[in-house]
């Protein structure tokens, strides 16, 4: 048997590995309403720090709070005086209702060539393949070039409190010498249909600053006339809100991403005077992805006030989800206090900073050689999230986090709706591709 042989057995094979791994862990429950109610993520936990046990590895095991399990592990490099890299995923998932669903959301069933269930792309394909890869390379004594640590956490879909929030402030010294991170939500194929293939890296997200605004007013009777009603004056308020149009902001992560796409799929891009339609219609599906990083947006989610019909409540309230552009924070406030109104005073829920961070970087030009070398029309370029992930609570320790999960997709495959979405599923050869690129990136940077 030669070496081409042998290198293609042990890539199937960690392959296979993979693709048990993800099914296993999508079987696992671990949906995540935000309220406490949920099974957790222990159990799904509990299986990754024995299958790396198995492999002859020390995980440590953590609880935050009951049932809320993380799990991180080291793998040293062959050069402890380079920073250490960070590569994480999280262990929950959004909940999801049977009944709307093709397949059971928790079966993890394999069918038309792809693994389906809650968590398959959101984001346990990313979780076994890392799981995968350290089981590979422990099996084989291969080692990284610099320090790798791995971590499977809790609790991302409702703020990360007790995932990596959590790690951060408690343990922080499992993150050592980690300069860099990598985690979900990048490193996506978009099929141009011409010369190349693109590759979304994310290297910029929205920061986030969740408010509830609160009216009031004199209660009363619902018979008499009022001129001073706290769910008028809010509803006022909301609707102006949700009515506003953002203008249109380009940052340097957004307009680096347009001139490149408009190149790679030849429509025209004028940066002097930017309008990013004829760019985004090329996207299909994926233009809900990037065309949210475009603008300010805050979109109204709650609505409280009042316990009775034919009683005007004193007090009203309603929560706004607020998700602004890299250095924009400022400006986006005042504009939401104005549209707001000065009867209605407004409050942090939540807040997370903005994230940003350089596509010019050894990290991103390694992530491109290791797509290139897998598919020769690979073309990478930065975008803007406009969600969240935990890479925005390993910033606060000065860790520079991207998204990347290398994924060759189908060009008929709608990716975008499978986040949270129904009928969620990752083509098995999207894994498998995933592999080699992550393999050959996190044992060669």
Known sequence: MNAATQDADARDAVTKDALTLLTDLLRIDTSNPGDGSGPGERRAAEYIAEKLCDAGLEPVYLESERLRGNVVVRL???D????GLLVHGHLDVVPADASEWTLPPFAGEHRDGAVWGRGA???KDMDAMMLALARSWAATDRRPRRDLVFAWMADEEAGSALGSRYLVEHHRDLFDGCAEAISEVGGFSVDTGAEHRLYLIETAQKGLHWLRL???GRPGHGSMLHTDSAVAELAGAVARIAAHRWPLVLTPTTRHFLTEAADAFGVPFDPDRPDPSQVLDCLG?????????F???????RLTAGYKTNVVPGSATAEIDGRFLPGLEDQFLRSLTELAGPKVRWETIERDAALSSPFEAPLVSAMTQALLDHDPRART???CLSAGTDNMSFASMGITGYGFVPRQLPPD???AALFHGVDERVPEASVAFGLRVLDDLLTRY
Do not use: I, K, Q, W
């Open 413 to 415: 495959l709608d990716f």
């Open 76 to 78: 040293p490099g062959r």
């Open 214 to 216: 609160t009216a009031e």
């Open 121 to 123: 792309v959101d984001m």
């Open 285 to 293: 599906p994926l233009a809900r992805f990037v065309g949210a990083s």
């Open 295 to 301: 603008h300010h947006t805050a979109n109204p989610t």
């Open 381 to 383: 370029v930065p975008y």
């Open 80 to 83: 402890p005086a380079l920073p």
